[in-house]
């Protein structure tokens, strides 16, 4: 039986300016705490998901429930 996982990701960023950056990518957020003017960490988070769980949460993202369910039916 397959085990699926939810995965949160937080990365709080400090920085110092007139506005707020803007992030567009996880990319952009790397490379402003790796090689840029910002402070940052991140924490991950695991729960493991029913698969029930798991067809709402990517179909909430816009994938179909098959993208990791292979066998799922698309109603749920």
Do not use: N
């Not at 960023?13 to 992030?23: I, Q, S």
């Amino acid at each position: 039986m397959a085990r699926y996982w939810q995965t949160l990701i937080t990365a709080t960023v400090l920085t110092e300016g007139d506005a707020p950056p803007t992030f567009d990518t996880l990319a952009h957020v790397h490379e402003a705490i790796s090689d840029g003017d910002a402070s940052g960490e991140w924490k991950q988070q695991d729960a493991e998901v029913p698969e029930q769980t798991m067809r709402g949460l990517l179909l909430a993202q816009g994938s179909e429930a098959t993208f990791l369910i292979p066998d799922a039916e698309e109603a749920v």
